[in-house]
């Protein structure tokens, strides 16, 4: 009991260092946004402000790929599931002539996608069904602990954008409870969500597939079904919130048009709200795509943001840094 | 900032006079249960200890109806469900002849319920489905602010065991973080957690139905469908701990056969784990029931719960009051 109390004693001086010491959000450039940002921070936790909100109520949701992570040249789940195929592929001698799994192991990605949305949901539940809970969980961390991405060759939890770091650091020193609201596989993302941003596992919503549970010589286990569970993307971003959370964010960022719903969602409620769109404007430092794009797509979003007021960051003018890792 | 800070200092002084000040779980007799509770939070809370869970991981998982509050003589929310039938019958004069609702009208639930499981989904999804989530939520809080339970005439939220609003207050001064996995209407239970256990809407995990994402007059709106989407009972309940939660607990608190998989699930974690059935003995204060009950039925996990040395609370002996509103 003594601990805890010298834990969150220390937890209020590192909260008070961040409020009052340093100078938030660093590397964001001193533009837009950030001033939106700030300002709304500001209102929402001012006592007496008409825009107050009580800190219980402080949801901040956030897209994962593509908003905190980079997602190019390919969603970094949809890696993983290409080397699960050829690390599971000893075991499965048929899939030499058998789609999509015969154009993957020869290296050709897109003569695999070929087959379309059924292509992709066989390779995923191939690669992310039949173990147990536990053993995805193990396969997710080692993968990540070798893994590197195929243009800047560093691990792909080091292609976290630094500024948006600080920002859910900023949010959570002013009493904001940050979730991750993403299409990606929930349970490829808790293993690693809490070390990489600070979310735990519990603030994660994200797509999944069913479990079940089952004893196995005695001891309980979760055993992954290839069936879908729940595609957390487009308009289920607001059913996932609503039955996931059970509260309606005043916060929501995201990077593409399977966030527009979330940021309706997030703007219709009452009182002060906060959408922000990041815009991938930097071929230089990271990517450069938006409308056409087949993956992060940001087209209706990026009107309606316009039409509505929304927040959008310029990732080359608003942010100094993208990477921690950049010089 | 600076409003978070005193808030903050505020939380500190308060955990601190709750750690040091007040003797804990006053309501429970100095009997096994309770020093099993205070031996088992001592232990997981010591640092340097070898059972020591550090704060993010301790995490506690409560069933409801039967265990924080009671459930007798039905699951409270199947008076909801007959209040709102009564309330809808002016718009459907067809239920007169037409069954479950004919027999509910005339107040013979017994022969509304002689339709099994069918006539149960019926009711419920006429009562529960057909509105927006914002509108059911209304629903809810003013059917809570005016009916009272049959035996008692209290409003139902004052139906709650008084030990284990103690327990919940104890555990979270602890660095807990308190669940709800319960069988019940995940909507039924949040729009008064908050205020009854403070347990906020984002940590209830409970059944649900399906909900759709809508524009109404330009105003998104998420409707509420007559389609099971999650019961959350018997081995759902390590389902749902995972899909929700995503972290095993370390204790569990549950009073039927409906909680058996969760204690089982809690229990197969490493390191210590404390599983507490609440047993209902106390025909005087509350109601006895246990094997035969239709309503919360303790069978085969009190068998386990012996064989185990799961800690088992009976309510007579182990608890000193049951209810607040007790003389």
Known sequence: MKSLLIKTLLAVLLLANAAFAAEPLPSWNDTGPKKAIVTFVEKVTKEGSPDFVPMAERIATFDNDGTLWAEQPMYFQFFFALDRVKALAPQHPEWKDK????????????????????????????????????????????????????????????????????????????????????????????????????????QVVGSSIKT?????????????????????????????????????????????????????????????????????????????YDRTSSIGGLDKALDEAQAKGWTVVDMKNDWKRVFAFEQ
């Open 99 to 202: 789609e999509p799994f015969a154009s993957l192991l020869k290296g050709d990605v897109k003569g695999a996608l070929a087959g379309g949305e059924r292509a992709m949901i066989e390779i995923v539940m191939t690669t992310h069904a039949g173990m147990t809970t536990e053993e995805f969980e193990k396969i997710v961390k080692d993968w990540l602990a070798s893994a590197k991405h195929p243009k800047t060759k560093r691990p792909y939890t080091e292609m976290v954008y630094q500024p948006m770091l600080e920002l859910l650091t900023y949010l959570r020193a002013n009493g904001f409870k940050t979730f991750i609201v993403s299409g990606g596989g929930v349970e490829f993302m808790r293993p690693w969500t809490e070390k990489v941003y600070g979310i735990p596992p519990e």
């Open 212 to 288: 079940k549970f089952e004893m196995r010589d005695g001891r309980p286990v979760l055993v992954r079904l290839p069936e879908i569970d729940f595609i957390d993307d487009k308009a289920a971003k607001p059913v996932g919130i609503n039955s996931r959370i059970g509260r309606r964010p005043i916060a929501a960022f995201g990077n593409s048009d399977g966030d527009l719903q979330m940021f309706q969602w997030t703007s219709a409620g009452a009182g002060a709200r906060l959408a922000v769109i990041i815009h991938h404007t930097d071929a230089e430092r990271e990517w450069a």
